[in-house]
């Protein structure tokens, strides 16, 4: 049973890029949120996707978006990138009204602007 | 808001020692608590959670139980081992929106 994954594990951009993280869900998964964690915090809810429609948002500025295929995976957009953007980007999934909608994380992606 | 506030760390412990990490939350309602386990350089694994009051969620030794009346999850093993070095991360959310809110974390530092 596949898990969670993400892709690219590590990224390196500069001020003013953008950038695209990918994510797939765990098998049987049809929802999946985003995360930002900055060194030594805690994650930071950014966006949840389901049905391909953001179903909540975070906190966080219009710079920040996503997308979700039909096949359930998702896209993380990140525009007009700060120095402060600079976290690791967690992608997690779940079961609309299964398992207490438990959220299953994946490895992450380490993103770095210079 | 919701808000989730944990022992600062790191707590340093010897192997086979008591651990206990403290977790307190602010919410209305009834979220649901979960503790979940960084190792570095990984991603979040899901140690053990709680759906209601008086529950005790278990997993690997560790054990929490939800105290509405004292708004706590504490995090407890009888004997740890240097292999459970990590980062925990105490979170709650809501059934019907499973976005989690997620406290700083405490990182756990066990020595041979």
């Known amino acids: 049973d596949a898990g969670v994954t993400q892709s690219p594990t590590h990224l390196i951009k500069t001020r003013g890029q953008q950038v695209t993280l990918r994510c797939s869900p765990k098998?049987?998964?049809?929802?999946v949120s985003w995360y930002q964690q900055a060194l030594g915090q805690g994650p930071q809810f950014i966006f949840q996707?389901?049905?391909?429609?953001?179903?909540q948002r975070g906190n966080f500025p219009d710079r920040f978006s996503g997308h979700q295929f039909p096949n359930y995976s998702s896209e993380l957009n990140v525009n007009a990138l700060l120095l402060g953007d600079s976290a690791l980007y967690l992608c997690?999934?779940?079961?609309?009204?299964?398992?207490?909608?438990?959220?299953?994380f994946g490895p992450g992606t380490r993103l770095l602007v210079l | 808001g919701n808000s989730v506030t944990q022992m600062e760390g790191p707590v340093t412990l010897s192997e086979e020692a008591f651990l206990t990490i403290n977790c307190t939350y602010t919410?209305?309602?009834?979220?649901?608590l979960f503790w979940y386990v960084q190792y570095p350089g990984e991603g979040l694994q899901l140690l053990l959670k709680?759906?209601?009051?008086?529950d005790k969620g278990s997993n690997k030794g560790f054990e929490a139980t939800y105290r509405k009346e004292t708004t706590s999850f504490h995090l407890e093993k009888g004997s740890v081992q240097v292999s459970d070095s990590a980062v925990y991360f105490c979170?709650?959310?809501?059934?019907?929106?499973?976005?989690?809110?997620f406290g700083k974390g405490t990182m756990l530092l066990v020595s041979p």
């Open positions: 979170a709650l959310s809501y059934s019907g929106y499973s976005t989690l809110t």
């Open positions: 996707y389901y049905e391909e429609e953001e179903r």
């Open positions: 098998s049987g998964h049809d929802t």
């Open positions: 709680a759906t209601k009051a008086d």
């Open positions: 997690a999934s779940s079961l609309i009204q299964g398992e207490g909608e438990t959220q299953y």
């Open positions: 919410a209305t309602g009834y979220p649901s």
